[in-house]
């Protein structure tokens, strides 16, 4: 749900400058010094559980660093197994990267503080990995993006009291865009925007500029978006869209 100004179930933590500069280094080092930094602040706020959003360079790091700690930890696996077999010159290259993952996953396994391990979009990997590696259920699908049912309905946002026309809102789309990002879903919840009550613009409307920079992974996918783009520009002229591509 989305957190409100009454709302205390959301703390966000800016880590200090001397933390920023600490996580320099190897691969190894900076994944040791992450979790000690996660661990500090677990403990300060006698948090329950820990969830991170890239398991896959933690794994060396997470038993040795939370011993002793009260949490469970939670966290996204990318890239688990690759599943489908190769011919030729790939072959050998893919049964290697097998191997190495599949060494990986027994070693995610034996760390009992992980209790959950969350794949993203792939529930026949799930299966195969729960089955395949006997881990019960500690694999788990997880939707992304999440569709609109299973986030349900939020209040309507109210604009501010007095619109500030001259600096207006901005807004930065910036990557490699495709239909996982939900680019085409933020430009379709826009256009619904705009549509509405936006429309037309006038002095009570703050000014919005989007700024788009990327790359779009397939033709189709960028006419679809730059089709939203077109009818957001004909509807709102308060709304200014910029492109780089």
């Not at 949490?71 to 190495?100: A, T």
């Not at 986030?151 to 865009?177: A, C, H, W, Y």
């Not at 978006?225 to 200014?240: D, G, P, Y």
Request: glycine share 8%.
């Amino acid at each position: 749900r989305i957190p409100t100004r009454s709302d205390h179930t959301l703390q966000v933590i800016r880590l200090s400058p001397d933390e920023v500069k600490s996580l320099s280094g190897n691969a190894l080092l900076r994944a040791v010094k992450e979790c000690r930094i996660a661990r500090k602040y677990a403990e300060k706020l006698k948090a329950e559980r820990v969830v991170f959003l890239h398991l896959n360079r933690l794994l060396y790091a997470i038993n040795w660093v939370f011993a002793g700690c009260a949490c469970d930890i939670r966290g996204i696996l990318f890239n688990p197994l690759p599943l489908e077999g190769r011919s030729g010159d790939g072959r050998r290259k893919h049964v290697l990267v097998r191997w190495r993952k599949l060494l990986q996953l027994r070693v995610l396994l034996t760390l009992k503080k992980v209790t959950r391990i969350y794949v993203l979009n792939d529930t026949t990997m799930v299966s195969y990995l729960n089955r395949t590696l006997r881990a019960g259920t500690r694999f788990r699908m997880l939707p992304d993006p999440l569709n609109r049912e299973i986030i349900g309905k939020v209040e309507k946002i109210q604009p501010r009291q007095k619109p500030d026309n001259t600096r207006g809102v901005r807004l930065l789309l910036f990557g490699s865009f495709n239909e996982r990002k939900g680019v085409q879903a933020f430009l379709d919840g826009l256009l619904h925007f705009v549509s509405g009550s936006y429309a037309g613009g006038g002095d009570h409307h703050e000014r919005l500029v989007l700024h788009i920079a990327g790359r779009f992974s397939s033709g189709v996918y960028r006419e679809k978006c730059l089709s939203l783009v077109k009818e957001i520009r004909a509807v709102a002229e308060n709304v200014e869209i910029i492109l780089e591509q």
